[in-house]
């Protein structure tokens, strides 16, 4: 039986990208991107030396084997995926846009195959003691239909069972539901959580926090309702800031960054985050090495087209010891 | 009142496809077509010279309006589409191959806009004596779903009751329907047929006849059957064979081409064969100089990439005046 | 008679550019663009929902017909175009610089058709009362030739005989005229003008105000010389200024940009402007109506790539709402 | 301990290819693809659904890199690829060439991490009884170094002495060795070998045949000295001939094939041989069904662009159960 | 003061072409090649190991210099190019064609440069009777304009003069001139040549022969007015024939040929019939010889891109040697 | 004998960068550009309008050809490269960054001709009184080779015994030598220039400076060791300084940039310096002339993709009337 540090779960999709910042009207043709939330922090944590399974359920046409054969490559185990001859590949489609104009996204990700996956298609044999140490998932699953919702739920009740630590990326999706659905159905993931990440804005917005709440009002909302878990609030180019149960607050600033490829941005956070936090020495540190190897490899993975944080461990330590500003070319 | 010389109704996809005979798996980009048999039809009648207006319905985002600002610059009215915010616009994937390997295609349409048309959505004032003078139809738009079919049907029946030509092309498409229910879906349709389009290997195969029955024998079989239409039956390399009511049978040779966009050859040859139908000066030579254009657009398409038959008037004229070979640099 | 809501006449070329900011002598590709001043505008104008009419002269050649169908697809009405077999379709290259190296551009238009079109070759059956309501033209078209000078001046004629509002874009372009001679042919037009558009730096150089000359000081100078005409001088970061006759001159700031496509703001801005003039409720708000729509309008046209402004009416209706910077990414 | 199907061992190089049939002094670009005999070969065999294992020594480098995870991909297992800071990753050129002109390969191997792969670096514990089935090698890894092909004759000895299938495929490749010095230096793989490969006209020259020698001769001059293994000549568009020891030879036509990617080919149908002869029910069939296999694998490869036979078992077998020809579109 | 082999007069393009046979009004793009009659020739000849000077007249802008320095790459002398700020530089849009459909040239040269020079700006300097060896003009000089055929006649006048040999390529071009103005503006030079070039199908056209007079026909037809010179005519894939004045007719059948790039093959057979020529070592196999070098050259520029023979004096060697048939992969 | 302005000599590789700030193990093709630091230098100052030869060594494959005619195009003579069939052409693959992400380069140049080229291969005959003004040589030659290091010694011995102004590039490369190492190994070129060019960073690194170590104290650092020589230090963003023997120093500020190709602003500095000396009217003004003029040429070739400084000189003189700032766009 192998066994995994981080197991997780969700939908990934193709996406479809007008080159130069050409409007989709204007395309005559799509660079290909792939891109799911889990799969990118999956993609970043192998990259960085963790062993880490993806589950998802994808059709098995070329555009499904596009999709596992690049998240593979990276060194993920997509051996548990589930594969269907039914449904479809989920797509978006993004218009990269400059100031005044944002980007802008076009999902075509209903009927997905992962959509449609129930929790009897999880790979119970995974969810074992040794399976793994730590499974994460996010609120784009439970978003997606009421079979991925429970299918999540099912993964979140079989991780809490062996006793491996839950990881929970709010990741709202403004298209997929409203922010009361959200808050209620992000509720039950948020209270089994160990690690909740999201950003402020959204916790403002799910949590019907006035507009210009401070992180530490968040925060305490918050712990008032989750208080048995590590809460990490992103905030953009002002940092993260998180703070353990019982803890104070740690703040760590935004690596300067001129980014090429803001997508992937928060997911590659989490892997940083999670790198830091299951490779730390001690508990003392934990919580702000994790925020320090987060806000690196975030930044990182800006300067990065496509969705994944194509880094390597020792750019990041690079990246660490050198604090901040971009590299110098060396040769 | 705008008049028109010919209608269509149909559902229109965009075409993604790896450029150079790459396989969808080794993709890292897609080129962007526009492709649907009956905008492809009127694409071609619309730059030979005819006045002529596409109906369909499509998702009002940047996907669905590069659809059909893509068939309006070349002359087709796009004015009496029905737009709306729900379901999605149609996709396929073709990979396009080499011997062995056939060209194969990805749908990705279920579920879009133009298969949840109703009926109800048709522009029902252009459907009046003096609104066109032919409706085009194809056997796709019957099997997208129920409520295409009976849109479809509704057409023919207010085409019909206004006295306009009626023209039918089967379009077998083996990956939506079989040809069982091709052939039940399409009976309607060809019993109400003044002209009626299909591959010989088609017809073998929804009227279950032998896998060798000759042209003949399948223009009989179909005589039998719809004794009111002009039937016409492609056979690639072999040409197409056409035969009026209680007419014999006249055949046209195919023009020597060689293709580089295959995809929309037959779509073509009804554009040709329906411009020289409506601009026959007499009875008599009208079948014979319907096949010559429709094998000349044809034979013309092949030599052009994407779907729809871009050509000209004056190059279909020279191409029939020279009878067949590749034509010289003019320069 | 269709009506429209705009007409406009002018030169519209094929625009090649290297890509990726290489020099022309490294270029081993163009890009195509499809670019005019009043195209650009008409472009504008209609995806914002105006019935707008572009007139010129184009050789019937492959180019000439791609500038047409390009200009058709977004909804501008190209009918009436003249065609001809004689001289040549207009181009020019963009040799896109970064600091300090400024862009380039290398005029290939002398000769074009546009600059050999007559006055006797202008549709005269539309213009007519009920034609339109408004006619825009620039200073380019007096610029090409004396047939273009003629053409455009017996526009003027018949738009003034209609009752049109008169709306000229001065365009100063320095490789086509000398200040001198550019403000004398532009003079008859600005006599004539409801509304006057210039940059302020062109009106000092044209009028050869002091080089430092304040906006009031060129205002001051424009009302004098032409009282009859609302002016408005934009001051690219710096905003723009408008007066109307006997108004008191109201300004509006310009809205943050990362400039991804800068050629063609000018023309935004006019079509924003003329959209929010056209539209607006009340005599009152006009002015600043309009310099919030053109100003609204070529900020985004910043961020597209190409020549002309590929904006829907709701992106600008956002753009007003929020004010300033980039919006989010929405998904 | 993971057990194989098939362990192969060589080198693989980025592989850089101006587009369009340029010459490289014309290009301005190069497409990147990875190419090596053996992991070609391997890819084949794990999209066919065999545990096929790919042994080789690579520069720690995004190049590397590049190479390892694109033959990952595809579901080789290169856990055990040696890394090494030093030296350099392989590449070659080549310029596709239509008629007369050939296509050119400018190898630029020397020096590379694989030709200095020393025989203490195999990972002996792999070869053991219960490692793999079979081990397959090429006469290129000898051509490369005395270290490679040191590395190769101690892979042989490990395989014989684990009692595995040996495969050899000759592979002369004349810008690396002389005929005289390939034929003596294959000598000790040939005589070990359960399954020889080499196409004729190679034979031919190695074994100093007349030019013109018939495959029955070369088959009897080969199994005079070679009398352990099953022979396989290749003869391209004259398709294969086969004998196994003390057997009579069997002829295999080629399929029809329009290539568009040529190089690669061979690999491929060692890849379908081994498919077919390590899947084959009876001994009886083997040699037959391997042939082909191979014949039918290669065929495709053929119409796919890079090294590597990207194909799909239902392919190869829709290929046998058709026979030859191009298969038709599907839709 | 330099010496040459060749000096050669004329005008030179940049050819803009849509990729992968896109007709102009599908194009996005232009792929960017430098083209004319003699540069193409010129460069040919450079590369075989000639001494070559180009003369012409260029608009010293970045695309002149662009052409320029293309040809200089190639090591022809462009030294002697007449720079001016006038004028504009010709342009060729090429639409490639596949059967039916032919390919399409739309030329926009009119107004360059080069048919606006003088006699007066060759640069008599280099017309002495030590500046060179040979000659070589094309009868596309001659139609531009009255001044450039001026100039050809004057080049034409200095080069007898200084007891050189004369090339003349007839080079017929159906849309600058009518074949009788051709035939007129031409027979000055034929009656100079000591060698002329021509495809059968232009003499037939120009000489109102038969549109079926055999090649022998033909070349008895130009005997009888050209007694004095040598006359080559191409004849496509039936090969070339040629005649020494009072000698026999010479035939050489055309190399087989897989064209990737048409355009050029006849200014490549002059390269190459003019390379044979100048190194001939005896009269008697200097036509033989010529023919053969001519084929050859011809042949291996239709598998290149562009309009320029790149080929080197090994490849012709080499297919001389080997007689026919595609060349193999060399690794 | 030709005469020279220039004469330099070094190794100039093959650049591959994947497009659009990719990493190279997502790259799936590369740009191609050619690029060494003194042939960087030599494009630059033949643009400007001096005479200068290249001097190296390349092996005569089509990459080689590719480096040569590149270099060649622009003016500089390579006909006195040393061509060879053995050893291979050096290559680089550049992997374009952005903060906090530092461009990568993984050099591929071990083994390349110009690494063993002789001295006795120098063109001895180039190396007298009259054959050049100037002679620049580079740190990078020293540090390739033995060889390599002897050629530029013995170059540098020629240069001095014609008299020639020796210019030297300290060009320190920390890939392929250590700072101690090239401070040895530049020690003689240092001691014998009369111009001597390093960035600040380098000499504080090389000559073991404190880290932030003044420029005045670099200065005075090098001028107690190379008393004879001009230097100049750059500072990036904060502009150059610059000191002759005994004089005071100078300062010149950088010119506002927008980097699109950082690669070669050092040589392209060079160039313009060099350029400035070598036409400065006076003594007195030299040194201040060749900073501006060095800084100008580095600002352009920021805004220039590739290596070399693709400027011309009246683009030069327009950034030096205007100062700073992006040039405005001229139409």
Not at 187 to 194: I, P, Q, V
Not at 261 to 272: C, L, N
Request: hydrophobic residues 45%; neutral net charge; contains cysteine.
């Amino acid at each position: 039986m192998t066994e995994y540090d981080v197991i997780t779960l969700g939908e990934t999709m193709l996406r479809l990208t007008p080159p130069g910042f050409r409007r989709i009207e204007q395309a005559t043709g799509f660079d290909i991107e792939v891109g799911g939330s889990e799969s990118n922090t999956a993609i970043g944590l192998a990259r960085l030396g963790l062993r880490v399974a993806w589950l998802s359920r994808l059709t098995d046409n070329p555009l499904g084997r596009l999709i596992a054969s690049t998240i593979a490559r990276h060194g993920v185990d997509t051996a548990h995926v589930v594969w269907t001859r039914a449904d479809r590949v989920g797509l978006y489609f993004l218009e990269e846009g400059k100031a005044p104009r944002g980007s802008r996204v076009v999902y075509d990700r209903a009927h997905s195959a992962m959509s449609r996956m129930t929790a009897a298609k999880l790979p119970a044999e995974l969810f074992q003691a040794h399976g793994a140490r730590l499974l994460h998932l996010t609120g784009i699953t439970p978003a997606l239909s009421g079979d991925a919702a429970a299918t999540a739920q099912r993964a979140l009740e079989l991780g809490r069972a062996a006793g491996w630590t839950i990881s929970f990326d709010l990741n709202y999706r403004g298209q997929l539901w409203s922010p009361a659905a959200a808050q209620a159905g992000c509720d039950a993931f948020a209270l089994a959580a160990d690690l909740l990440f999201a950003p402020l804005d959204d916790i403002r917005l799910l949590y019907a926090l006035e507009p210009d709440a401070s992180a530490e009002a968040a925060l305490a909302a918050l712990a008032a309702r989750y208080p048995q878990t590590t809460v990490v609030l992103t905030m953009g180019d002002q940092g993260v800031i998180g703070c353990a149960p019982g803890g104070t607050a740690q703040r760590q600033p935004a690596f300067l960054a001129e980014p090429v490829g803001r997508i992937g941005g928060g997911d590659a956070f989490v892997a940083g985050f999670l790198y830091g936090y299951l490779t730390a020495q001690t508990t003392e540190e934990r919580l702000q090495r994790s925020l320090q190897w987060g806000a690196a490899v975030a930044a990182l993975k800006y300067s990065i087209p496509g969705d994944a944080p194509l880094v390597d461990r020792s750019e990041v330590e690079a990246l660490l010891a050198q604090g901040t500003g971009k590299m110098a070319l060396q040769r």
